[in-house]
């Protein structure tokens, strides 16, 4: 079986860029969840959906915003991008809520 | 506060058994992780468990929950080079949409 994948594995942006990011979870999983990690920190949460219903968001600015389709594939997007963007994205996938899994990551580069 | 807190870097010989250590701040959490990441990888679920268990055994690994102090541990028995690696613990809070982690323990192990 197929585990969570992202796409694309590395994108180079310029401050001011717009950018999406996408997702599918593992397959029968409703959930999914997105997570920033900054080079030597651990995770923080961004979002959480959950049957396309936003369940869940975290600490950071309206630039971020997120959707899920019916097929419960995922679309992160980011506005106006600033270097402090730079970061490995991470999507996760979940059945309900218990453990999560996740993608390998998309690795953002803001320049 | 919520942080999830856990020493940065930890040294062990090849065959010793590897002790990483971890604290967290919300009584209400239902579920805590293990996740390992290697470099350039996205994040991969090593164990969990339920706040209600006091331990779980899994192979070479030992989770040990001591919900009083809030604190939490994982054992690697016959710690290899292959274990090398960062190691973050999480915890996700009742209402299971947001889950919160340290900034992760690097494991040397030493041939």
């Not at chain 1, 900054?38 to 600490?59: A, M, T």
Request: hydrophobic residues 30%.
């Amino acid at each position: 079986d197929a585990g969570v994948t992202q796409s694309p594995t590395h994108l180079i942006k310029t401050r001011g860029q717009h950018v999406t990011l996408r997702c599918s979870p593992i397959s029968g999983h409703k959930s999914v969840s997105w997570y920033q990690q900054v080079l030597g920190q651990g995770p923080q949460f961004i979002f959480q959906y959950y049957e396309k219903e936003e369940r869940g968001r975290g600490n950071f600015p309206d630039r971020f915003s997120a959707r899920q389709f019916p097929n419960y594939s995922s679309e992160l997007n980011v506005n106006a991008l600033l270097l402090g963007d730079s970061a490995l994205y991470l999507c996760a996938s979940s059945l309900d809520d218990d453990e999560q899994y996740f993608g390998p990551g998309t690795r953002l580069t803001v320049t | 506060g919520e942080d999830v807190e856990q020493s940065l870097f930890l040294s062990v010989r090849e065959g010793d058994s590897s002790v990483i250590n971890c604290t967290y701040t919300d009584s209400s959490s239902t579920y805590l992780y293990w996740y390992k990441q290697e470099p350039g990888a996205g994040l991969q679920l090593l164990t969990y468990i339920f706040s209600n268990m006091d331990m779980k055994q899994d192979q070479r690994l030992t989770v040990l929950l001591n919900k009083k102090d809030k604190h939490l541990s994982l054992r690697i028995a016959d710690t290899q080079t292959g274990d090398s690696a960062i190691y973050f613990c999480a915890e996700t809070r009742t209402g299971g949409f947001k889950t919160i982690f340290g900034a992760g323990t690097r494991l040397f192990v030493k041939a």
